[in-house]
């Protein structure tokens, strides 16, 4: 492994003694790059005197705690670079990022590998520039000998990275570049048994792209994610926090928190993720994506994000909670036109203590939602969604949970599906749900089925409030959580059936709302849904011989 700097341009340049500065001795210099008017010859140390690229490096400048090496606004530079044990502090960390007006400058390779390589490095700060890598991926973290600490990567665009039709799963073993990845930190499995803690990343745009930001911790000491979970011994990043970024027209995911604990993804948006569909030409799924997901993590949220757009058949949800997942939360998101709401994936027993609350799910129909499947959810809180024109719902593979003030409305044709033999010994509680256009299920038959009495309009981000003198204002069941907002921003004052928790709003002429079945339309309803869960039955019964 290199030791310390690889810079690639037309040259290699290999720097083997960068000397060691101690945190005491802050070397604080800054290096100017300039690709237009910049020369090799100069010092690097003013922008009169920058260099024209990083062969101005001598291998005599340390590249430590205060140092900041800047490229200039406007230009392009061949750049792939591998960092290793740099060590910033938190109070003077290594820099790197741009200076001058213009467009934020482009680093980019046309090699398959990562523009930025970093191994054992701690407090260091990437921000205002563009990455382009058309055969490679972006930055990729990782950590051999030491964790790593307090790296921030701050307004940063990824894009023009591989984004085309594939027929699996990308590699995320063994960095960016096999991943088509803007970020990725560590893999699936991953190298050693050693954190990358308190990692941000914020500000960031990342478009056509085949990946987002792929974060991994370490499962084992085999290193063996697939093992069985008697034998997983996980070291999980802690700290994680990305905030504020915007993921589009990617053909995969767009964020995996993974063997994490305590991360948060917050005010993010991932609009036409996963826009490969995973099949073949027979509709056989190849594989598997879902724009923002938890795998094997701990106590992390996803939160004020929305995700729309998805269209891999086989996931293509917004919730999922996957492998190993337990005490995580999804709550205030705006979940728009995909595959379906939400498919929970446990790994070989149920999960546990997962919630789900405040969000806006509205015509994620292109194929059934599952609020647990696999081997369960156990002590599964879902309550306060308001869920419009969802595909066939199964409520299944719960025990002991809590599903409660919930609205759900399935399209025409579509209803919520359940296995009572499974509910007469799984200890869950359905109590002040809102269903329409659907059957109550048996399992919660003292829930409510009314229309809502919505505001109305076009906007979906406020059609979906209640209106004044609706049946579901503090028709809910009061629960005691840390709350205090709505996923419209209103201060909670009543305990609502829905996302919103005011008092009624005055509806607009263009409402939502539709009138109740008459006799005979409940009674059609009634027969077409036993016969559905029927033949539903008939399936589960033939699969399992």
Same mark, same amino acid.
């Not at 101005?56 to 044990?85: I, M, N, P, R, W």
């Not at 911790?217 to 070291?235: F, L, T, Y």
């Given at each position: 492994?290199? $030791?310390?700097?690889?810079?690639?341009?037309?040259?290699?340049?290999?720097?083997?003694?960068?000397?060691?500065?101690?945190?005491?001795?802050?070397?604080? !210099?800054?290096?100017?790059?300039?690709?237009?008017?910049?020369?090799?010859?100069?010092?690097?140390?003013?922008?009169?005197?920058?260099? $024209?690229?990083?062969?101005?490096?001598?291998? /005599?400048?340390?590249?430590?705690? *205060?140092?900041? !090496?800047?490229?200039?606004?406007?230009?392009?530079?061949?750049?792939?670079?591998?960092?290793?044990?740099?060590?910033?502090?938190?109070?003077?960390?290594?820099?790197?990022?741009?200076?001058?007006?213009?467009?934020?400058?482009?680093?980019?390779?046309?090699?398959?590998?990562?523009?930025?390589?970093?191994?054992?490095?701690?407090? @260091?700060?990437?921000?205002?520039?563009?990455?382009?890598?058309?055969?490679?991926?972006?930055?990729? @973290?990782?950590?051999?000998?030491?964790?790593?600490?307090? @790296?921030?990567?701050?307004?940063?665009?990824?894009?023009?990275?591989?984004?085309?039709?594939?027929?699996?799963?990308?590699?995320? &073993?063994?960095?960016?570049?096999?991943?088509?990845?803007?970020?990725?930190?560590?893999?699936?499995?991953?190298?050693?048994?050693?954190? !990358?803690?308190?990692?941000?990343?914020?500000?960031?745009?990342?478009?056509?792209? %085949?990946?987002?930001?792929?974060?991994?911790?370490?499962?084992?000491?085999?290193?063996?994610?697939?093992?069985?979970? $008697?034998?997983?011994?996980?070291?999980?990043?802690?700290?994680?926090?990305?905030?504020?970024?915007?993921?589009?027209?990617?053909?995969?995911? %767009?964020?995996?928190? *993974?063997?994490?604990?305590?991360?948060?993804?917050?005010?993010?948006?991932?609009?036409?993720?996963?826009?490969?569909?995973?099949?073949? =030409?027979?509709?056989?799924?190849?594989?598997?994506?879902?724009?923002?997901?938890?795998?094997? &993590?701990?106590?992390?949220? #996803?939160?004020?994000?929305?995700?729309?757009?998805?269209?891999?058949?086989?996931?293509?949800?917004?919730?999922?909670?996957?492998?190993?997942?337990?005490?995580?939360?999804?709550?205030?998101?705006?979940?728009?036109?995909?595959?379906?709401?939400?498919?929970?994936?446990?790994? =070989?027993?149920?999960?546990?203590?997962?919630?789900?609350?405040?969000?806006?799910?509205?015509?994620?129909?292109?194929?059934?939602?599952?609020?647990?499947?696999?081997?369960? =959810?156990?002590?599964?809180?879902?309550?306060?969604?308001?869920?419009?024109?969802?595909?066939?719902?199964? +409520?299944?593979?719960?025990?002991?949970?809590?599903?409660?003030?919930?609205? #759900?409305?399935?399209?025409?044709?579509?209803?919520?599906?359940?296995?009572?033999?499974?509910?007469?010994?799984?200890?869950?509680?359905?109590?002040?749900?809102?269903?329409?256009?659907?059957?109550?299920?048996?399992?919660?038959?003292? &829930? +409510?089925?009314?229309?809502?009495?919505?505001?109305?309009?076009?906007?979906?981000?406020?059609?979906?409030?209640?209106?004044?003198?609706?049946?579901?204002?503090?028709?809910?069941?009061?629960? =005691?959580?840390?709350?205090? /907002?709505?996923?419209?921003?209103? /201060? #909670?004052?009543?305990?609502?059936?829905?996302?919103?928790?005011?008092?009624?709003?005055?509806?607009?002429?263009?409402?939502?709302?539709?009138?109740?079945?008459?006799?005979?339309?409940?009674?059609?309803? +009634? #027969?077409?849904?036993?016969?559905?869960?029927?033949?539903?039955?008939?399936?589960?019964?033939?699969?399992?011989?």
């Amino acid at each position: 492994m290199k $030791k310390l700097l690889c810079v690639i341009f037309s040259v290699i340049f290999i720097f083997t003694a960068v000397p060691f500065v101690s945190a005491e001795s802050v070397n604080k !210099v800054t290096y100017y790059i300039d690709s237009v008017d910049g020369d090799n010859s100069n010092s690097g140390t003013s922008e009169a005197e920058a260099w $024209k690229d990083l062969g101005g490096f001598t291998g /005599e400048q340390a590249l430590t705690a *205060g140092v900041s !090496v800047l490229f200039k606004c406007g230009g392009t530079y061949d750049f792939k670079v591998e960092l290793a044990d740099i060590n910033g502090t938190k109070e003077n960390p290594f820099v790197i990022s741009s200076y001058g007006e213009g467009e934020r400058p482009i680093l980019t390779t046309q090699e398959n590998d990562e523009i930025l390589t970093l191994i054992d490095c701690s407090y @260091i700060t990437i921000s205002n520039l563009q990455m382009v890598a058309p055969n490679g991926g972006g930055i990729w @973290i990782d950590t051999l000998n030491k964790t790593s600490e307090g @790296i921030i990567i701050d307004n940063v665009y990824f894009h023009g990275m591989p984004n085309g039709k594939v027929n699996n799963r990308d590699d995320m &073993s063994n960095g960016a570049a096999p991943a088509r990845a803007a970020v990725m930190v560590k893999g699936l499995p991953a190298r050693s048994r050693y954190a !990358v803690n308190d990692l941000t990343i914020k500000n960031c745009e990342v478009y056509d792209c %085949a990946n987002g930001f792929m974060i991994w911790g370490s499962w084992n000491d085999e290193q063996n994610p697939w093992c069985e979970e $008697k034998d997983a011994d996980p070291i999980y990043n802690t700290g994680l926090l990305i905030e504020g970024c915007y993921f589009h027209e990617m053909d995969a995911e %767009a964020v995996i928190v *993974g063997i994490c604990d305590g991360a948060l993804v917050t005010n993010c948006r991932a609009i036409n993720t996963c826009q490969g569909e995973g099949v073949d =030409e027979n509709g056989e799924i190849l594989y598997f994506t879902a724009a923002m997901w938890f795998w094997g &993590s701990e106590n992390s949220t #996803i939160q004020y994000c929305e995700i729309a757009g998805q269209k891999n058949f086989g996931d293509g949800m917004t919730v999922d909670f996957d492998s190993c997942t337990n005490n995580c939360t999804y709550q205030y998101i705006y979940s728009h036109d995909n595959m379906r709401f939400m498919c929970n994936n446990a790994k =070989e027993s149920p999960q546990k203590n997962n919630t789900v609350r405040y969000c806006l799910s509205v015509n994620d129909n292109g194929g059934r939602s599952a609020i647990a499947s696999g081997n369960g =959810e156990d002590n599964f809180n879902f309550y306060n969604n308001t869920i419009i024109n969802c595909a066939d719902f199964h +409520m299944r593979y719960l025990t002991n949970s809590f599903v409660a003030n919930n609205i #759900i409305i399935p399209e025409d044709g579509c209803i919520i599906l359940y296995n009572l033999q499974e509910e007469l010994s799984a200890g869950n509680t359905y109590t002040n749900n809102c269903y329409g256009n659907t059957l109550n299920p048996v399992v919660d038959m003292n &829930s +409510m089925n009314v229309i809502p009495n919505f505001v109305g309009g076009e906007d979906a981000l406020t059609a979906y409030r209640l209106a004044e003198g609706s049946e579901l204002i503090g028709a809910g069941v009061e629960i =005691e959580d840390e709350l205090t /907002e709505d996923f419209f921003g209103n /201060e #909670i004052t009543e305990n609502n059936i829905g996302c919103y928790g005011g008092s009624g709003e005055v509806a607009t002429e263009d409402t939502v709302n539709t009138e109740n079945e008459d006799a005979v339309e409940s009674l059609i309803r +009634m #027969i077409t849904t036993a016969f559905k869960i029927l033949i539903q039955e008939i399936r589960e019964l033939i699969y399992d011989l």
